[in-house]
């Protein structure tokens, strides 16, 4: 079959798919959890069958990247065999988006997939500040895992999300941490969307200002990047590997290539607005009339806030 290309009324061509498995997530990460939070039952998300119809569906229609996320993906006792069967799919490019809690363990499965981009969250290479973060002890096992993965030869990312006065003194030490095990490290702006959504400023870094306090130190060498690249990149003189996702200072929306496919089976337009449009169930004959619909409800300017957390979204 000739592969469709979905492109979108402003000229977006959408070719990346977020699967969200589930919203479940062993860690409460205070800036993603609210204090009291409840999850989808179990029954209710899609199985792993209807994971891969619909997604298979998708990949006929223009979709060819995916990055499997949550809550946290890896929780799903069926997780692998998702990853195996997406990996049988004409897709390019595979990834997951994991807190490393259980990554460890499944990363020879892993290696056996087409999943080789992993990107893994680290908010804290100090132990008790990953836990006043995450509240919880995991600290060794996600940074295992990441240490593990990376000597796979997996492409690891580390994800940090810059919290003023509680992790942003930590910026090198992550620039030595890159430049000691050559991981990838891209530190995220964090975004007005779920508990912080109000009191994002009390907490708020920009990248340009991280870029500032880094030059102090470093020179940047810019690397480049796909247009829809979400982050902007830099090797620095001490051989690190860094890039900023600045989804609030510099947002990208004008070059936006994403659908996200929630953990109940809405296709989601957008991480800021809830549009969208459900799939479960639905013949793949009725497909272009809701990717139609559903591209229609991509916003082509940066919509301000949103109070559903990312862990529901699928981050
Ligand atoms: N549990 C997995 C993890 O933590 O990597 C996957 C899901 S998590 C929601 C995906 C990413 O979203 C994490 O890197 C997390 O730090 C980030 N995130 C959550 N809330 C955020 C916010 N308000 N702003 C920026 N990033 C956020
Ligand atoms: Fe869980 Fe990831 Fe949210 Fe942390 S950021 S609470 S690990 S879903």
Known sequence: MHKRKLIDSHGRVIHKLRVQITDACNFRCFYCMPQQVQFTPSKELLSSSEIIDICSNLVDFGIDEMRVSGGEPTLRKDFCDIIRELSRLAVGRLGVTTNGFILKDI???LKDSKCQNINISLDSLDQNTFKKITKTDYFNKALESIITAQRMGFHVKVNMVILRGVNDHELFDFINFSAQYGVEVRFLELMKIGPYYKNHSQLFVSAQE??????EREELEPQSVNCDSTSF??????GAKIGFIASESQPFCGFCSRLRLTATGRLRACIMSEAGINLRGIDKERYPDILQSVMGMKPTERIDHIKQPMYQIGG
């Open 107 to 109: 990363l020879p499965e």
């Open 210 to 215: 991280l870029i500032e306090r880094l030059e």
């Open 233 to 238: 990149n830099f090797h620095t003189s001490s």
